[in-house]
T-cell receptor
């Protein structure tokens, strides 16, 4: 079945560490997105990529980095510069022209 | 630029009662509008979307929404609430053709009272 795989489902990070969240898709969608979700704040866009080898900052990119070396993959690195990284992270894809997004099941990151 | 306002961060209805979740949008271009549902610790699932054409849109699980341009609204309704409807609901907007970024509201948590 086509879909989006986010891994791991739960991730614990020590302060000062970088961690990478995986997002893989086999939907053949061009665009991929990373959102951060905090209680009461909805979803906020971190980074997005509309084609391979190109990506743009979203509304809250500070402390995060991404790469898009393959169409299927869009990993997100949460760096030590991100001051409050504890959140639920959602990856999404979009097929060009359809408007709607398909979401992965998310990764919950906790700083310990 | 687009924005979405969801009125009411928490809504409670009795089982069998009407569900009404409110969404107002702002967009400088003709919008594409969406409703998503999220169950705990899961991703978002598309309930329905409006792109062009008929302004009353039917979605999954008995939900529907009506695009009202004059009121800049896209409220979500369901005639009879079921316990399984308890979840968080997000309204979202993107620009014309749907090729622009999706902007989400802050969400409405729906509780169903037995």
């Amino acid at each position: 079945d086509g879909g989006i795989t986010q891994s791991p489902k739960y991730l614990f990070r020590k302060e000062g560490q970088n961690v990478t969240l995986s997002c893989e898709q086999n939907l053949n969608h061009d665009a991929m997105y990373w959102y951060r979700q905090d209680p009461g704040q909805g979803l906020r866009l971190i980074y997005y990529s509309q084609i391979v080898n190109d990506f743009q900052k979203g509304d809250i990119a500070e402390g995060y980095s991404v790469s898009r070396e393959k169409k299927e993959s869009f990993p997100l690195t949460v760096t030590s510069a991100q001051k409050n990284p504890t959140a639920f992270y959602l990856c999404a894809t979009r097929k060009t022209g359809t408007g709607g997004y398909t979401f992965g099941s998310g990764t919950r990151l906790t700083v310990v | 630029a687009q924005s979405v306002t969801q009125l009411g961060s928490h809504v409670s209805v009795s089982e069998g009662a009407l569900v009404l979740l409110r969404c107002n949008y702002s967009s400088s271009v003709p919008p594409y509008l969406f409703w998503y549902v999220q169950y705990p610790n899961q991703g978002l699932q598309l309930l329905l979307k409006y792109t062009t054409g008929a302004t009353l849109v039917k979605g999954i699980n008995g939900f529907e929404a009506e695009f009202k341009k004059s009121e800049t609204s896209f409220h979500l309704t369901k005639p009879s609430a079921h316990m399984s409807d308890a979840a968080e609901y997000f309204c979202a907007v993107s620009g014309k053709d749907g090729n622009e970024k999706l902007t989400f509201g802050t969400g409405t948590r729906l509780t169903i009272i037995p």
